[in-house]
């Protein structure tokens, strides 16, 4: 519990289960990747704090999902150069399939490399038994943040075995964090008692959420990612809007109707000349909206709202205005309990 964030968490496992020089596997950025797990030379937190020599994982991108006899190929490539790798990271950023942990862990742990999973953004969907459920595929270390699906206060966690905990708070206290940030401890456990509360029920309508938002989205003309799969089985929903306008634009004109989202790299930006500053994709994700209690029929209404912002060119005041009538019926917190009392009486502390 003692990781201030994901990015210390992170790090944490990296201290953990490598030494500077060693060889790790991960996603690159346009493929989902976090910064986190960059090489020095983009100032990625793997290369230039822990010096590890970063390689990617293969990504197909039809499947928007990590390449899994690719990434054997890989691993035996780089073991007959004499850099195998010692870490496997799954999970990113974006974020939109179950990676194959089950179809790869016995395999690197025949290898002796070690498999940690980066949940930061599907913690939440973990939790409550959507998507997929990394330590028991076969993951060795399951680390995130509290604060995306998992709606905690912002902070990091770091889940594992028995048999790596020593090395692993070793690595959190002394190597990374000094005080752990005290304020925040007794709501990540509210949020913990919360999920084992409600936690099932908010998971499993983020995953109808986003799907339904998709399918709208869809059916009103944008290009969603990841269609064959039935677009998504998480929290997000990936636009390419490259003919749209690009990500930049199609952000600030959501913006400017009171609708937030982010532009995001797309993995097939960088060869086609596109980087960050305004990439081909807009990362919607539902599980705020969702949190104020909307369910499949909201996300109806704002696909509606989000096509006449950027399809049909609407003037951004007249959709802002109708959104922020939309917004006026949900300004309370569900799944979650009505009062902090509650909570405490949940995980059986004295008051
Ligand atoms: C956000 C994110 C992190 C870092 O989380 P912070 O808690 O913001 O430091 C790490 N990994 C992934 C995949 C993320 O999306």
Do not use: C
């Amino acid at each position: 519990m003692r990781p201030i964030a994901g990015v210390t968490a992170n790090l944490s496992v990296y201290t953990a289960f490598t030494e500077p020089g060693d060889v790790m596997l991960s996603l690159s950025i346009p493929n989902g990747g976090h910064i986190t797990y960059g090489p020095k030379r983009v100032g990625g937190t793997a290369g230039s704090v822990r010096g590890l020599d970063v390689e990617y994982l293969p990504f197909d991108v039809n499947a928007m999902n990590v390449d899994v006899d690719g990434t054997k190929r890989k691993v035996e490539r780089l073991a007959s150069e004499g850099r195998k790798p010692r870490m496997v990271v799954f999970g990113g950023s974006l974020f939109l399939f179950p990676h194959p942990v089950r179809e790869l862990a016995d395999y690197l742990k025949s290898m002796e490399i070690t498999v940690a999973y980066d949940g930061a953004h599907v913690m939440g969907l973990i939790a409550g038994g959507e998507f997929q459920d990394p330590l028991r595929e076969g993951a060795d270390v399951l680390m995130g943040s509290t604060h995306k699906t998992l709606p905690g206060p912002q902070g990091g966690v770091i889940l594992s075995w028995e048999r790596y905990s020593d090395r692993i708070k070793r690595a959190v206290f002394p190597s990374n964090v000094s005080n752990h940030h005290l304020h925040h401890v007794a709501g990540k456990a509210i949020v913990f008692a919360e999920m084992l509360a409600f936690g099932r029920d908010y998971a499993s309508q983020i995953v109808r959420n986003a799907r339904r938002l998709a399918e709208e989205l869809a059916a009103r003309g944008f290009k969603v990612l990841g269609e064959p799969m039935g677009y998504t089985r998480s929290h997000q929903v990936v636009l390419d809007v490259t003919r749209n306008g690009g990500g930049l634009a199609v952000e600030k004109r959501l913006e400017e109707s009171n609708i937030i989202v982010n532009r995001n790299l797309l993995p097939y930006d960088p060869k086609e000349g596109r980087s960050y500053r305004d990439p081909g994709g807009i990362r919607i994700g539902v599980q705020e909206v969702t949190r104020l209690g909307m369910a499949e029929g909201e996300m109806v209404d704002i696909a509606e709202f989000i096509y006449r912002a950027v399809l049909k060119g609407e003037p951004p005041e007249r959709v802002a205005a109708d959104v922020a009538e939309f917004r006026k019926g949900f300004n309370r917190v569900k799944y979650a309990f009505d009062s902090t009392i509650d909570a405490y009486e949940y995980i059986g502390l004295r008051r």
